[in-house]
């Protein structure tokens, strides 16, 4: 793998799987009494958060620890950037305590190429979800998700080939979307954007993904494995992109009675946070087949995967 993790797009069909066989690994090690590696023993992550996050930041940092590297967090709250730093002096200071990698997240698309570009810092740049643009471990701990409930736990070696995934919502703002996009057809799926033109993006034809403009429709003829559930990101919208949020509910929301028309192998996903009772309803959260738990299980495995291939160098993972 390259230096840094800045795109799901910069990910081969190999490196991919690549990463998901090391979470493999990395997630019997979390099935260990003591889930700790010394891979990482010596090293120096900074966790940059400039934007809010609850599962991110949490599974970024375990992540760390397991793998015995030295964590710091830095919150945008609290520090001087609130004093008006720049984010080259932020970064400048990183360098000078002597990070080997940060982990970033921004409200800004474009924040962690500007980081992995310049020469402020010199250690591997991780994109930890960069305004509206891409959120590259998502996608990755999404298709492990997918992967473990399509092909079992232990399928090292294996893509995504010929699985038909709908991502549903609110695509406008989603970097989850766009990082979902490249990776699943990197891994042969076919990703299927399902959303009301109000939150398609004025690009999407040039998207890997087919369009669909009615959900049920959508469920009836392509029958999907996988349905992608998307928040409905209110604090991004500067207009009125739908009637009401009652109406958004019961035309794109996924409901008990959706859930009823899936095949019985299909699963639901959410990335998180949920909106429930808008984008899901509580049936469908909590049923068996929703992954929502998992991905956040997952995400830690994946992360200590993507940690563990940036920054061990010719270390063994000893896993
Ligand atoms: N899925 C995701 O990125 O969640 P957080 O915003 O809580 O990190």
């Known amino acids: 793998m390259t230096k840094h993790l800045l795109s799901a797009g910069d990910l081969s069909r190999e490196q991919a799987i690549e ?185 999407a034809s040039g998207f890997k993904a087919a369009l669909h403009y009615n959900l049920d429709e959508m469920l009836a003829t392509e029958k999907p494995d996988v349905v992608m559930m998307l928040r409905l990101q209110a604090e991004r919208m500067n207009a009125s992109y739908f009637p009401t949020e009652r109406e958004y509910a019961r035309i794109w929301g996924f409901n008990a009675g959706r859930l009823g028309a899936l095949k019985d192998s299909a699963i639901v996903m959410h990335p998180g946070p949920m909106n429930r009772g808008l984008e899901i309803d509580a049936v469908t959260a909590d049923s068996p087949r929703s992954t929502v738990l998992e991905q956040v299980t997952n995400g830690v495995s994946i992360r200590m995967a993507v940690l563990y291939s940036l920054l061990s160098g010719e270390r063994s993972a000893d896993v």
């Open 19 to 203: 990463i998901l066989d090391i979470a493999e690994g990395m997630s019997n090690v979390n099935d260990r009494e003591i889930k700790k590696l010394p891979t990482l023993r010596g090293k120096t992550v900074v966790n940059l958060f400039f934007e809010d996050s609850t599962r991110t930041r949490i599974s970024f940092e375990v992540a760390e620890k397991r793998l015995s590297a030295d964590v710091i967090n830095f919150s945008a709250k609290g520090s001087s950037v609130s004093k008006g730093e720049s984010l080259k002096d932020t970064a400048q200071t990183l360098e000078a305590i002597g990070a080997d990698a940060v982990v970033i997240r921004h409200s800004a698309s474009g924040a962690a190429n500007v980081l992995a570009h310049s020469n402020w810092i010199q250690g591997s740049i991780i994109n930890a979800g960069d305004g509206t643009h891409e959120h590259p471990t998502q996608a990755l701990l999404d298709a492990f998700t997918m992967r473990k409930r399509i092909h079992g736990a232990q399928s090292p070696g294996k893509a995504l080939d010929g699985v038909k995934v709908a991502i549903v919502g609110d695509i406008l703002h989603s970097r989850v979307a766009r990082s979902n996009q490249l990776l699943l057809s990197t891994l042969g799926a076919e990703v299927h954007f399902v959303a009301p033109p109000t939150l398609l993006p004025q690009n």
